[in-house]
Every structure is written in C-alpha cells, then in structure tokens.
C-alpha cells in the first residue's frame, strides 16, 4: 500500500491551514500547497525504514534501471541549513498535498486551534509517496495525508521568553500602591512638565 505513518518528528515550516507558494530560482511561483518539514534525529534513522523502503520501491518502479540525472533525494541532512533552528543533528523531509490534511491529537479528536500546531511540536504524519519530473529535476516526493499532534515542545522562533523579561514581577507588584502612573492607593495625578510633547 502506497502508505506510510512516519515516526515522531518535530514539526518545522507548518504550512497546514493556508497553502503557500515559493519562488523558484527563475522567478515563477510553485503552486500553492499544504505543506510541513518534518525533522527526525539521525540517532534514531533506523526508524525511517517504512518510509525509505516505500521510496524507494516507488523510485524503481519508475527508474528500474537505477538513478536518473539530477535525482533528488527526499532525505536530506540538516546540515544543509546551519542557521535553521532545529536542524542540527537531524534529517529532514518535506511532505506537501494540495489538499488539507486533517489534524487530530492524540484522542483521535480532530484539532480546529491554529495556535496548537507550531514550529517546534512534535507530531506524526500520514504520507503516500510519488514521483515528480520538471524542470530537469527527477526523483520521489512525500504527499502529506494526515497529521498528528504527539506533545507540546519548545517553539522555533521564539528569542525571549516571560519568565525572562519580567524576571521582577514580584517587586513590580508591590510598588503598585506607591507608584508615579496613578494606580493602586496613589491616584493623585503628576502635572506634566510644560514641554513634556507627551502630555495628555
């Protein structure tokens, strides 16, 4: 069966709700497609067998013969992207469809909240397999069928943290009732400076 359920991966470039197009090197405009990159650890690529073998099988029954010029190889190393966050230490694979897949948690219960599915979350994926021949370039490809939110990670992207710029919420909190901006028990309003160009 021309199907596979991937292993855990985290979840990166999540274009799952809206398609998206991408420039090619000539200009012109892919067609607009769901789409996620899926990152697995090359500590566990044992674990990508199912999905080497259905490409694989899928390669030969087009190119019996072996490779073709310019093939392109689904899997590919994170290496490739050193400023990516997440990559490193991983291979990645892209899956794309031009229809939604559907999205469900670990219940089975089908996920309607944008903000769940995130850079960063670890998720699993349904994909078939097929093959692409344009533009010079030949090999196999990975449809995207479904997706599975498996648990909440740290989101890419993210430089600063709450915890980290308000580190000094507790004094803050109790300066409020002797305060200059009027709130708390000090509700008796400063008169602005002449030239202060703020004033209200």
């Not at 996620?36 to 030969?60: D, G, I, Q, R």
């Not at 090999?139 to 600063?160: C, M, P, R, Y």
């Not at 803050?172 to 002449?194: E, K, L």
Request: net charge neutral; with cysteine.
């Amino acid at each position: 069966m021309n199907k596979v359920t991937t292993p855990v991966a985290r979840l990166s470039f999540p274009a799952i709700w809206e398609p998206q197009s991408f420039t090619n090197k000539d200009g012109s405009k892919t067609e607009p497609k769901f789409s996620v990159t899926l990152l697995f650890p090359k500590s566990k690529e044992a674990e990508l067998k199912a999905m080497k073998e259905l490409a694989m099988a899928t390669l030969h029954e087009k190119w019996p013969k072996g490779l073709p010029p310019n093939f392109k190889n689904p899997f590919r190393d994170g290496s490739e992207k050193p400023d990516t966050a997440g990559y490193e230490g991983t291979i990645f694979v892209k899956a794309s469809s031009s229809r939604r897949p559907k999205v469900v948690d670990m219940n089975l219960q089908e996920i309607i909240d944008k903000d769940l599915l995130y850079a960063g979350c670890y998720v699993r994926a349904s994909v078939n397999c097929y093959i692409f021949d344009q533009m010079g370039n030949k090999g196999v490809a990975f449809g995207l069928l479904n997706l599975q939110k498996v648990k909440d990670g740290e989101a890419f992207g993210i430089t600063s943290k709450p915890e980290e710029d308000f580190f000094d919420s507790a004094q803050v909190a109790a300066q409020q009732g002797v305060d200059s901006f009027g709130f708390g028990a000090n509700t008796s309003a400063s008169t602005p400076a002449p030239s202060d160009p703020f004033a209200l």
